[in-house]
């Protein structure tokens, strides 16, 4: 099937909605609808990469389950499974022609056009499921992986947990990152790095944050306001079958400035190295010994490679019989 290109970016022609197909430009919603006056939808962010028994889709499972945990918290009631959407996402990338891709599941609060509520209150609400997926390439810059990029400690504090829950990937969180973000880019900076309401570090506008310190990993514990990222769970993963410790800890603002190496996680990220805090070299000033280590291995995992950390089934095969033949071989 052919694939539409806009602004030079490849777009997936279909798209899935609560549990059908449809045309891409078909994929609309109404002026009114709850989530666009209330932020209230929660989505994921997965990827789908080229491997040798062809295109695999990255921790698809563990994607999922967070997305459907995230709209658990907001009190959404989902009907489509776990197993549904996994399967959706699957024949999603079949059928776009893309050996590697983006993929965007996304639950929000529509419109009960028949029976319109326009409060704050979203129970009325019908809730929509969407996965629309396009070829998102490297998402700080292809040159980034070796020479790092520029970021800034941002004004703005990060949401504590007791005002908006960071265990979910809530769209709301995000007017909070693109706070970070904009910021950021205006004074000339690549990324934003955010504090808690502590002072401690936190995460990135999107991505989770590591440190290496004299040969350890340290990384600010999940009750530090931060997402529990996919990609962070797989780099401690690697870096403790790699016999590099991992020390999860408050970290003050300062570390980052006189730590030997730096990097961002995150599905879009991937693994990115950091080259300077607020204008102050971080160790060499470009990729670390310790952050190649583990984007190779990183690497070499999500393109089928090398096996995961115990051989765990990280890869979803997108051909049937590379499906069936990944199952077999992981014990599932």
């Known amino acids: ?28 919603v109404h002026v009114m609808t709850h989530a666009i006056h209330y932020g209230s939808s929660v989505f994921e962010g997965v990827r789908a ?10 921790r698809l499972t ?22 549904e959407f996994c399967q959706a996402s699957v024949e999603l990338v079949k059928d776009s022609g893309m050996e590697e891709c983006y993929l965007r599941p996304i639950i929000f609060r529509g419109l009960n056009e028949d029976k319109p509520a326009f409060g704050v209150n979203p129970f009325p609400n019908p809730i929509e499921c969407y996965i629309a997926s396009w070829d998102w390439g490297k998402y700080l810059g292809e040159e980034a992986l070796e020479k790092g990029v520029e970021v800034c400690i941002s004004s703005w504090t990060r949401i504590t947990s007791n005002s908006l829950p960071a265990v979910a990937k809530a769209g709301a969180n995000y007017m909070n990152s693109q706070l970070i973000k904009m910021e950021a880019l205006l004074n000339g900076f690549s990324e934003g790095i955010a504090l808690d309401d502590r002072g401690y570090v936190s995460e990135g506008s999107g991505e989770n944050l590591f440190l290496v310190n004299n040969g350890r990993l340290l990384t600010p514990p999940l009750g530090a306001s931060i997402l529990p990222g ?7 993963k690697i870096a403790k079958e790699l016999s590099i410790e991992v020390e999860e ?7 980052l400035y006189l730590t030997d190496e730096l990097f961002f996680t995150g599905t ?46 990280w890869l979803t095969y997108v051909s049937e019989t590379e499906k069936k033949t990944a199952s077999s071989s992981s014990g599932n």
């Open 62 to 83: 563990e994607h999922i389950k967070r997305l459907l945990n995230s709209a658990k918290v907001y009190r959404m009631d989902v009907k489509t499974t776990l197993d």
């Open 249 to 255: 800890t408050n970290i003050q603002r300062a570390a």
């Open 268 to 313: 879009a990220a991937e693994i990115t190295p950091i080259s300077k805090v607020d204008h102050i070299q971080v160790g060499t000033g470009k990729r670390g010994e310790i952050t190649k280590k583990l984007q190779d291995e990183f690497f070499a995992i999500i393109h089928g490679t090398r096996p995961a950390p115990e051989n765990a089934p």
């Open 1 to 28: 099937m052919s694939i539409k290109d806009v602004n030079t970016m490849k777009i997936a022609p279909k798209v899935w909605h609560n549990g059908k197909f449809i045309e891409w430009k078909d994929a609309r």
């Open 49 to 58: 990469y080229k491997t040798e028994r062809g295109t695999a889709i990255f």
């Open 230 to 236: 996919i990609t962070r769970d797989s780099v401690i």
